[in-house]
């Protein structure tokens, strides 16, 4: 008969590197960096509306809006171009820090790269990338 091939260790927390870098669990892995450094956290999880990950430490607030890998490069253009619209849409606490999370990818990198410095430097939002080890890089420019 069949033989089913069983993973090896399915208890592991950390999601297997084909799963790491889609929406949910790129806010997984930034819920546990923002917690390392003392930020609480509230995030809208699956296809939930609101805010990301809302993130407060004392009276600072850090609104983060995430997307997946995308399957396609025309995709991945309208995910990064989406969310930069979400997060301008969201702008209204003049106190927050404000930043766009992608997976490690070197198109979302080029894309973060070609936006012009003026735009980053105007609306402060800052890019973060999350790789398949669960590594957070954060990009000013």
């Known amino acids: 008969g ?22 949910d669990a790129i806010k997984q892995v930034l ?7 003392g930020w609480k956290t509230k995030v809208a999880w699956g296809r939930t509306h609101g805010i990301d990950i809302d993130a407060t ?14 399957s396609l490069s025309a995709m991945r253009i309208n995910y990064f171009i989406g969310v ?3 997060t301008l849409q969201r702008m ?5 820090n404000y930043s ?13 790269k070609r936006l012009p410095d003026l735009a980053k430097s105007r609306t402060m939002i800052t890019a973060i990338f999350v790789d398949e080890d669960g590594n957070v890089r954060q990009l000013k420019n």
């Open 92 to 96: 209204d606490d003049e106190n927050a």
């Open 84 to 86: 930069l619209g979400e």
């Open 100 to 112: 766009i999370a992608f997976p490690d990818l070197r198109q979302f990198q080029y894309l973060w």
């Open 57 to 70: 430490r004392g009276s600072e607030r850090w609104i983060i809006e995430a997307k997946g890998p995308g």
């Open 31 to 37: 819920v546990g960096w923002l917690g390392a450094k």
């Open 2 to 23: 069949d033989t089913k091939v069983k993973s090896p260790n399915p208890s592991r927390s950390k999601p297997q590197p084909k799963n790491a870098l889609n929406e």
